[in-house]
């Protein structure tokens, strides 16, 4: 069995009469890279913070590493290195401080905050005042504060938000690094799919508070299944020749169109034919690739 | 203990540069300072007073210790309180702070174990400033016999009274700038709690020192102090009680919070 690095069972979290988690039961393997997706308000943010024992669950619905994070919490944020929504961070003191007063907090060596600051690409401004750093650079000092203590799961709250798309290539490539050389597990959540896809192996998407799909990436993607679009006059006729030929007809988008799933392009070629030969009048026929982008939102719409 | 020392030393090196740190060292310099210059600047009228050296030494103490005792110190203890707290609400790092390795009633301790600190540099540098600015003037304008009575013992006493009876007023207005992460509410209550003292202390009214904001007032009063050489007195056990009660309750406030 796949060790986990984080697990909770039936997750549910109220923030007063509102029920912000509802049932969650995710499932982090180590070493992997889980993008856990969902819209603004989905309960992302919540998960993470009682992750961190910042927000209190109940006893046995939060394990790390296999320890019960109410009983186990020095023991379990020892391993955690933690950015939360906008970075956390003393704008009276420059970088380099921010660092070294963490430093302090985690009793380790201060050459450490100086390889931080190189790795983000942040020793230009190393003395600079954090309140004085654009909001790129404060993420930057963020995931640097959250690498320091060189943890074995890092919980990146929206890592690349306020990035330019160079920030943002170095910080994906950075988590792949991370996870792919140095075996670290990574939950990074985020609300676009594209980022997510790009870097995580497993896929988590919430929404209102409910994990909606959980699984691999591929898992995610093999969601996505190829559809052939035809349309079609008259359409009740030309729905009730395929079901008669045994194709699973489903409504399209578009007018007088159905959908049904593809197999291959000979097969396409036949129902055209079949179409036509019973007296069909086939305007288009033609491939439909749902993206995950599509995919996502439909997930997330349907709950 | 480890834990507490570690978050110790981090609250000293992210408040090293902020005001709440350097108040506490130019509180006393200011005061003492000014009082000096004062007393320098009016030597002839206070020769021609012709005081004994006792009586030198308390009207020279007196200076500071009257500003300070009545009113500053009150509303140092409350900005310090507010202080400490108000660099977490204000970066918004509590939850950075507790999502360390570290166990929550050391972070707590830390902060307000900090702020005592703080109280106690304050205190004790007007403790020395005074006795060392009284040396200074003495070498300047030997007439004034400051030279002729030791006072130590009698000012260590009466600054661990003032310190012992602020504690009272931290753990409160800890407790209150712990909570709310405005400016308006700590100090608000804060102030009206310092006149409510100041007219209880004032007026003799005889529960008066189960009041936190009345027993820095308390402490120096004249009256009991001449009846009573000991530090404990009734105002002191009374603020050390608050202190300790609050502290715990802090602690309990701490531990069931939920970082938001």
Partial sequence: ?303 | MISLLISLRSEFYKSKNTLAFWASILLPVLICGAITLAFFSNSDKILRMHYSPEVLWMNFAGGSLGVMGMLILPFYVIFMAFSVNNIEHKNDTWKSLFAQPLNKFSIYAAKYLYAVLLIFICLGLFLTLTYLSAQLLHLLIPAHRFDAYQPLNMLAKIYSKLFLSSLGILSLQFIISLIWADFLKPMGIGFVGVIIGIIAASKGWVYSYLIPYSQPSLALSLRKSANNSTIFTQEIYSSLIYAAVFFIIGYFIVSRKSIK
């Fill in chain 1, 1 to 303: 069995m796949l060790e986990l690095a984080i697990q909770t069972c039936g997750l549910t979290y109220h923030y007063g009469n509102q029920k912000v988690i509802d049932n969650l039961s995710l499932k982090v393997e180590k070493g992997s890279i889980y993008g856990f997706l969902g819209p603004n308000g989905a309960g992302k943010t919540t998960t993470i913070k009682v992750l961190l024992n910042l927000l209190k669950s109940p006893a046995d619905c939060v394990f790390l590493f296999g320890k019960d994070i109410n009983t186990h919490r020095i023991e379990s944020l020892k391993k955690i290195g933690a950015l939360v929504e906008q970075p956390a961070i003393y704008g009276h003191l420059s970088g380099k401080q921010n660092l070294y007063n963490r430093c302090i907090l985690l009793s380790i060596p201060r050459s450490k905050a100086i390889d931080m600051l190189k790795l983000v690409g942040l020793r230009d401004a190393a003395d600079k005042k954090a309140d004085k750093y654009s909001l790129g650079m404060k993420q930057r000092l963020g995931i640097a504060l959250a690498l320091l203590s060189d943890p074995e799961l890092l919980l990146l709250d929206e890592p690349t938000n306020g990035l330019d798309p160079n920030g943002i290539i170095e910080i994906r490539n950075l988590m792949i690094e991370l996870a792919s050389k140095h075996q670290k597990t990574i939950l990074v959540s985020s609300h676009l799919l594209t980022e997510v896809e790009r870097i995580a192996t497993h896929v988590g998407i919430i929404n209102k508070g409910k994990l909606l799909f959980q699984g691999t990436i591929f898992e995610l993607q093999s969601l996505k299944a190829a559809k052939l679009q035809v349309q079609v006059i008259p359409l009740q006729k030309a729905t009730d020749l395929l079901t008669l030929a045994g194709y699973q007809i489903s409504p399209a988008k578009a007018s007088n169109s159905i959908e049904l799933p593809y197999k291959s392009a000979e097969d396409s070629a036949e129902i055209n034919a079949l179409l036509v030969q019973n007296g069909c009048r086939v305007s288009s026929i033609h491939l439909v690739k749902k993206d995950l982008e599509h995919l996502f939102l439909d997930i997330t719409q349907s709950n």
